[in-house]
C-alpha cells in the first residue's frame, strides 16, 4: 500500500506545478490577456463564423495532457472569436458587460489564496470584506444601518434571494398562495417571473399592471387594482418594480409605489439588476429616488460597476429577514456557527461554499476609488441623450421615448415597404458588419432597435460610429429595395 501511495503522490504532483513552470503558464496567459486588451478597440463586437467554436469538440477531455499553448490556441479560435465580444466598446445591445482589468486580478487573488468566504469562522476577514461592500451599497441606496445584502452570482439569483425573504417575512403557506397577490409589468425582467415559479409562487395571483406611454408602471392603477383586489378577498403581498427595465431602461415610479407598499402593506421589491447603480451620479440619483424606499433590491455590480460577469447583489432593508429566510444547522459545522461576531453570507443565501466575490469588487474600488465609477455612470447616461438627439435628427428616423437611463431606442420609415422588415433587416445587416453590436425589441408591436449604454469602453466616438453605420446601412438598404 506505502508503495501505491507514493506512486500515487508522484501522479498527483502534476496539480501543483513549481515555480518556473508557473512562470511559464503564467507569461503566456498574460501574452494571451495583454494582446487581447492591446487590440480591444479594433476587435469587432459581434462575429459570425461558420464553425461556432465546434473545434472544442475535436479536442475532448482525455488522459493526455496538452500544453498551454495549444490551450490557449483552443480557447482564441473557439471560444474568444465567434459571438458576441462583450469586453468591447461597442457592444450596445442587450445590457453591455464589462469586465475591468483590476476585477481579473481580484480573481486571480482569490482564486490563488482561495479563502472560503461563505462563513465567518473560516475567513473572518473575507466575510468582513463582503459585509463591507453590501454596507456601502447600502449606504449608497439610502438603506438604514441595519440593512444586510449578499453578493450573488448575478441579478437573477438576486431576484430569488429577494422574493423567497419576501415569502419568509409574510410567512405564506402553500394554502396562501392561491390568495397572494403580485404585482408587476410587463416589463418586469424574465428572471422574476422564474424565480416566482423557482420559489414555489406559481398559484399565486399575477397581476399586470398597466403602463404609461413611456413603459413605467402606472401608480394610480396599481393602488385601483389593489384596492379591488382587497375588497374581493384576495391579499395583496408584493409588488415588483424596475429600476431601469431591460427592454427600454424606463425606470418606474418609485417614490409613488413606496408609499403605495408601505399603505397597503405590500412588500416592496425592486429590480435595479441593470440601474441601481446610477444611483452613484447625481443624474442618475434623482431618477432613482424613492428606490430607498424598497424592502429588497438588486443591484448587479457586473452591469453596473462594469466587474466581469459573476457579480450581483441582494440588499435587504432588514438584514433579520433576509436571515429568517435563509437559516440552518448542521452538526458538522458546530464549531464554525459558535463564532457569530458577524453574519456570513452562508447565513444569508442559499449558498455555502462560494466563489470570494468580494475580492473582485473591493480591489478595483480601493484601487480607483469611486470617482471613475460615477463618471463613467453619467457618461453613460448623456452619451445616450446624445445618440437619441441626434437620431432624431436624421431623416426618417424615429427615436424613441427621452431615455430614463442609458437605453434609447429607435426605428428607421423606409421610404416603401414595411417598417418592421426594414428594420429587422438593419439590425441584421448592423450585426453582420460587426464593429458594433445593435439589438432589438418589440414595442406594441413595432420593431425597434435598441442602443444600450452601459460598457465602460463606450465612448463619444462609439456612438459617432454608430450614427455613421446606421446611415451606411440605412442608404445600402433603401438602394437596394
Ligand atoms: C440583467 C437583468 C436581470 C438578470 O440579471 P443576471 O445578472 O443576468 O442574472 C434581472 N433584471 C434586470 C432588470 C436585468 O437587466
Not at 461563505?118 to 453590501?134: W, Y
Not at 409574510?170 to 424574465?190: G, M, P, R
Not at 422574476?192 to 404609461?212: F, S, Y
Not at 448623456?382 to 432624431?392: D, G, S, V
Request: hydrophobic share 40%; with cysteine.
Amino acid at each position: 500500500m506505502l508503495d501505491r501511495i507514493k506512486q500515487l503522490e508522484q501522479i498527483a504532483l502534476a496539480l501543483e506545478p513549481p515555480a518556473g513552470q508557473r512562470g511559464e503558464l503564467r507569461n503566456d496567459v498574460v501574452q494571451y490577456t495583454e494582446s487581447f486588451l492591446d487590440h480591444i478597440h479594433d476587435l469587432p463586437a459581434y462575429v459570425v463564423t461558420d464553425d461556432k467554436g465546434i473545434g472544442l469538440y475535436d479536442s475532448p477531455i482525455s488522459e493526455t495532457p496538452i500544453d498551454i499553448k495549444a490551450a490557449l490556441q483552443l480557447l482564441r479560435h473557439n471560444v474568444d472569436r465567434p459571438g458576441l465580444n462583450p469586453a468591447s466598446g461597442g457592444h450596445l445591445g442587450y445590457i453591455p458587460g464589462g469586465g475591468i482589468y483590476v476585477s481579473a486580478l481580484g480573481d486571480y487573488l482569490a482564486d490563488v489564496s482561495n479563502r472560503f468566504s461563505g462563513l465567518f469562522f473560516a475567513s473572518p476577514g473575507a466575510v468582513r470584506m463582503e459585509n463591507l461592500l453590501l454596507d456601502w451599497m447600502a449606504k449608497t441606496v439610502g438603506y438604514p444601518a441595519n440593512a444586510g445584502g449578499n453578493l450573488t452570482s448575478g441579478g437573477s439569483i438576486a431576484n430569488l434571494i429577494g422574493i423567497v425573504t419576501a415569502r419568509e417575512a409574510y410567512n405564506l403557506k402553500a394554502k396562501d398562495f392561491e390568495k397572494s397577490v403580485i404585482y408587476l409589468t410587463e416589463q418586469a425582467h424574465h428572471s422574476v417571473d422564474k424565480a416566482i415559479r423557482i420559489a414555489g409562487l406559481k398559484e399565486c395571483v399575477l397581476r399586470n399592471v398597466p403602463m404609461n406611454e413611456c413603459f413605467r408602471m402606472n401608480a394610480g392603477a396599481l393602488e385601483q387594482t389593489i384596492i379591488r383586489d382587497k375588497k374581493s378577498g384576495l391579499q395583496p403581498w408584493l409588488v415588483i418594480a424596475a429600476a431601469g427595465t431591460t427592454d427600454v431602461g424606463a425606470v418606474d415610479p418609485l417614490e409613488a409605489i413606496g408609499d403605495i407598499a408601505q399603505r397597503h402593506r405590500l412588500w416592496f421589491h425592486v429590480d435595479g439588476a441593470y440601474g441601481a447603480f446610477f444611483v452613484l451620479c447625481d443624474e442618475g440619483k434623482n431618477i432613482l429616488k424613492g428606490m430607498e424606499q424598497s424592502d429588497s433590491l438588486v443591484m448587479d455590480p457586473h452591469k453596473g460597476l462594469f466587474l466581469p460577469y459573476g457579480s450581483g447583489a441582494v440588499l435587504v432593508k432588514e438584514k433579520k429577514k433576509l436571515g429568517n429566510a435563509h437559516w440552518y444547522q448542521a452538526s458538522y459545522l458546530q464549531d464554525a456557527l459558535r463564532s457569530t461576531d458577524e453574519l456570513s453570507p452562508a447565513d444569508l443565501s442559499p449558498e455555502l461554499t462560494k466563489h470570494f466575490r468580494g475580492l473582485r469588487l473591493w480591489l478595483p474600488l480601493k484601487l480607483l476609488g469611486i470617482a471613475p465609477f460615477r463618471a463613467a455612470l453619467e457618461e453613460k447616461i448623456l452619451l445616450t441623450r446624445y445618440f437619441h438627439e441626434q437620431i432624431k435628427r436624421i431623416d426618417r428616423f424615429e427615436a424613441g421615448n427621452f431615455p430614463d437611463l442609458s437605453v434609447a431606442t429607435f426605428r428607421y420609415i423606409p421610404k416603401v415597404g414595411d417598417p418592421n422588415d426594414f428594420n429587422e433587416r438593419l439590425v441584421q445587416e448592423i450585426q453582420h458588419d460587426g464593429r458594433v453590436f445593435l439589438s432589438s425589441t418589440t414595442l406594441n408591436g413595432k420593431f425597434v432597435i435598441r442602443l444600450a449604454v452601459l460598457s465602460f469602453r463606450t465612448h463619444l466616438n462609439t456612438i459617432d460610429l454608430t450614427i455613421k453605420i446606421l446611415r451606411e446601412k440605412v442608404r445600402h438598404l433603401e438602394e437596394s429595395l
